[in-house]
């Protein structure tokens, strides 16, 4: 794994512009050259997320299907990518895989967004001393490193994807409190929320009618790039054994079960689930800042 597999945060404080930010800083003249890795990076997690779907009508073999003639097979016409460690195909446990490895990253990022944006935008909305304790609140739990929080909780409540997430969660909601917080704070400086008060209308009301959903798309850009980071260090809680468990296919756990090979001087069983990831990651990070840009030049 990667040294960014490896953490459950990032461990810097994001930019507060952002992936919209970064996009911003592309001159005029060439945020167009970057269309086409937009279009091939979704076409490409629009087959993976088509293939998880459908993972038992597409998937070649049974994930679960042993067999011991075939350990550690190369890639064949029956196994184009090669079996694993108990002769299972890995194709058919890289496609159904899939399910935990975008679920995961999806489950947590729901739950950290709905800390993350509510406590941002009240930070920002408020300010004086409910932004001065929320913004202490926030900088205590970003500055605990966040793998040893995953791992406090795990050893608390029991290793498994669901504690895995619901930590994870926990985790990356001060990261996305402080980028809202950033974004609200412009927001808010905007003649709309002033003329909306001037009509009487409430904090609540402005904020969930007419805040928020301006914020979506600098919102929208930056929780597509914070999933490949999700999907990372879900990857990475598996592969050191706190995530998933045996016999899931669970991308991060096939990588750790491939191991053994490893020492055999065979690649595949770790390569392939570890590929897999990178190209992934690699795909929601060029389609969260592409997404942002062209959000941001809609508003």
Known sequence: MTATGTRAAPSGPPDAAGPAGAAAAIPAGRRGRGGAAFWICAAFLGAVAAAAALAPLVAPHDPAAIDFDRIWS?????????????GRDLLSRLIHGARESLLGPL????????????????????????????????????????????????????????????????????????????????????????????QGMGGFAICVRHLIPNMAPALLGYLV???GEGLMSLAALSFLGFGAQPPSSEWGLMVQEGQAALIQGVLWPSLVPGAAIALVVVAFNVVGVRLADRLSDRR
């Not at 190369?74 to 108990?86: C, I, K, S, V, Y």
């Not at 608390?156 to 997430?165: D, E, K, M």
């Open 225 to 227: 790039v914070l999933f």
């Open 74 to 86: 190369g890639p064949t016409a029956e196994n184009p990518l090669g079996t694993d460690q108990m």
């Open 107 to 198: 489950a947590l990022l729901a739950l950290a967004a709905l800390l993350g944006v509510a406590m941002g935008t009240l930070a920002a909305w408020r300010r004086g001393w409910v932004d001065a304790v929320l913004a202490r609140v926030t900088d205590v739990m970003y500055a605990f490193p966040g793998l040893l929080f995953v791992v406090l909780v795990i050893a608390v409540f029991g290793s498994g994807l669901t504690t895995a997430v619901l930590a994870l969660g926990l985790a990356f909601a001060p990261i996305i409190a402080k980028f809202t917080r950033s974004v609200a704070l412009a927001e808010c400086a905007k003649p709309y929320i002033d003329a909306y008060r001037v």
